[in-house]
């Protein structure tokens, strides 16, 4: 069964099961992640994002067309699945997901109520890492709100209004805390106060928070105000097809996309859009180059159950130990966890199945220590 028919399934299902980083006491499991799309108007971010998750939205040549936040959810295409339904002869097959969320462009002065202001920015407060979209291509029917493409001078418009915003946030809670310091209180609101006037001091300076280096306990302060600036972001610059493949020179964490090509590719189907591909010289699409993008900034790896049930796709942060991969299946996989049953992908689909690599001694019986690889298929044992 194609990934792409899985969407209302997925949608359905993972909308209502949908564990991010660090909800369960902390600890570091992941079932789907989510992406945040911000740009300024028309460069390109709802062509893309309805190129991405093949949903039909408002993509006019005019700025704040997209003034409510658009979510889609994208199945991960993971071509081992497949091989693995087929021995498995499982009857269905659940990639993982990931979330793109798309908002309205913001404009500089955002923070100070141009445009339609920083309010929707509260859209993607909950997202994993940020999507910034940065126009790099040259079309004189397409209006730049600056009146001319500068990537550069684009990039940092929007990370000024994303400082601003968690400027606006921090001081507030910062506020609150030395109010309450001054009645009774205890350790733990002495570091909050610490941590936040440190936050305070980067963004008034103008850096992004993710440029400071931070202990897990300052991480675990920070997070709980959901700010914009500690947030992995990519950089995404849309370019014209004539410039695909080449190399741009473009900074770290950034990606060249073509919005264009994407769409053309979305409305193909799996092999029409292979073939096409193939005839642009490209290895991988521009979605592709994103989600791998996006697994390295996270720290994420997929590990695999099949069966003949199904086969299903599970996404966990690197260094994920056994019984926390087990969590994400289930919670009572990890209260229960006695042992697990490994091996790599390509070595069970070698041997033709689990008896098999029975057999052949490869497959491994791990305890509680074991941390989960990328491309590893378990079979969870527990209580």
Known sequence: MPFYNLYDLICSVFKLNRFRLGDRNDEKIFMSFSL??????????????????????????????????????????DERLEKLAQMSQSAKIIPTVIEFVDIAGLVKGASEG??????????????????????????????????????????????????????????????????????????????????????????????????????????????????????????????SEKD???????????????????????????????????????????LDNLINASYRLLNLITFITTGPEETRAWTVENGAKAPQAAGVIHTDFAKGFIRAEVINWQQLLDDGGWNQAKEKGHMKMEGKEYIIKDGDTVHFHFN
């Open 36 to 77: 945040g799309i911000v740009g300024l108007p028309n460069v390109g971010k709802s062509t893309l994002f309805q190129a991405l998750t093949r949903n039909k939205v408002e993509a006019s040549n005019y700025p704040f067309c997209t003034i409510d936040p658009n979510v889609g959810v994208v199945p991960v295409p």
């Open 244 to 286: 695909l493949g080449k190399d741009l020179k473009l900074p770290e964490n950034a990606l060249a996309i073509c919005a264009k090509t994407e769409a053309e590719l979305a409305e193909l189907s799996p092999e029409e859009a292979k073939e096409y591909l193939k005839e642009l010289g490209i290895a991988k699409s521009g």
């Open 114 to 239: 141009e445009g339609l202001g920083n309010k929707f920015l509260s859209h993607i407060r909950q997202v994993d890492a940020i999507v910034q979209v940065i126009r790099y291509f040259q079309d004189e029917n397409v209006t730049h709100v600056h009146g001319q493409v500068n990537p550069e001078y684009d990039k940092e418009v929007i990370n000024l209004e994303l400082i601003i915003a968690d400027l606006e946030t921090v001081r507030r809670n910062l506020d609150k805390i030395i109010s309450k310091l001054k009645g009774p209180h205890d350790k733990n609101d002495e570091k909050q106060k610490e941590v936040l006037e440190l936050a305070k001091k980067t963004l008034e300076e103008n850096k992004m928070l993710n440029t400071l280096e931070l202990s897990s306990e300052e991480k675990k302060i920070l997070k709980q105000f959901n700010l914009l600036t500690i947030k992995p972001i990519i950089y995404l610059y849309n370019v």
